[in-house]
């Protein structure tokens, strides 16, 4: 499937930051997909982004489909504790299957 | 409204013992249906995906394989688990149109073969 560098791997945050993460790959998708997953829980849908240059927002989540069509990023803003976990993108080239990031741990700074 | 759910939650199985791992999805029809494999720390494998009932697609070779008995059912199993079975297991579904392409996840299972 295709490639796809979600970075970076893991961050601190501490409360009321604003935080970004993001992905690129070498294919171009169609689609850009983030996720959240809790420790011990599926992934959950956050936003989803079918054109290029889109920028949707969630609540405090934004995230944009690059230009590019070859990148997409996540900006959380003002971050709460529970805003911990691991976010992943997701790309959709043509067919059935999602490529998946390999995930960026979101922790609280102690 | 559409729901996922897979079981069992916890699983821990033998060297050698089989598996069997059920999803199933309610409230749509004709679904797309996906086995992810996740190990600790690590992103998503796609395992499995079903376009229809019978039609399974592997994506990598390995101890495990799917059926889709019906619809709206997928089923993981394995004839003999070996340790680096261990992980947590996810069923996802989609639609798949021209519109939608989100996929959306049951709550895992966490398999530890020892």
């Known amino acids: 499937g295709q490639q796809l560098n979600q970075s970076p791997q893991s961050m601190f945050i501490q409360e009321g930051e604003d935080v970004s993460m993001n992905c690129t790959s070498s294919?171009?998708?169609?689609?850009w997909l983030w996720y959240k997953q809790d420790p011990g829980e599926g992934p959950v849908l956050l936003i989803a982004?079918?054109?290029?240059?889109e920028l949707t927002s969630n609540g405090r989540l934004t995230a944009q489909f690059g230009i590019t069509r070859k990148d997409s990023f996540l900006n959380i803003s003002a971050s709460i504790p529970s805003d911990v976990g691991i976010y992943f993108c997701?790309?959709?080239?043509?067919?059935?299957?999602?490529?998946f990031g390999a995930g960026t741990t979101v922790t609280v700074r102690a | 409204s559409q729901t996922i759910h897979q079981w069992p939650a916890t699983l821990v199985q033998p060297v050698g013992s089989p598996l069997s791992l059920e999803c199933t999805v309610e409230?749509?029809?004709?679904?797309?249906l996906y086995w992810y494999r996740q190990a600790a720390g690590r992103g998503l494998q796609l395992l499995f995906y079903?376009?229809?009932?019978?039609?399974i697609s592997s994506e990598v070779p390995q101890n495990l394989s799917a059926s889709r008995p019906q619809d709206r059912q997928f089923i993981l199993s394995s004839k003999k688990l070996l340790l680096s079975d261990s992980g947590f297991y996810l069923c996802?579904?989609?639609?798949?149109?021209?519109?939608?392409?989100?996929?959306?996840f049951g709550q895992g299972t966490r398999l530890t073969v020892v």
């Open positions: 996802a579904w989609s639609l798949w149109d021209r519109k939608n392409t989100e996929a959306f």
């Open positions: 294919s171009i998708f169609n689609t």
């Open positions: 982004l079918y054109k290029a240059g």
């Open positions: 997701a790309g959709r080239v043509v067919d059935y299957k999602l490529s």
């Open positions: 409230g749509t029809s004709n679904p797309n």
């Open positions: 079903s376009v229809g009932i019978g039609q």
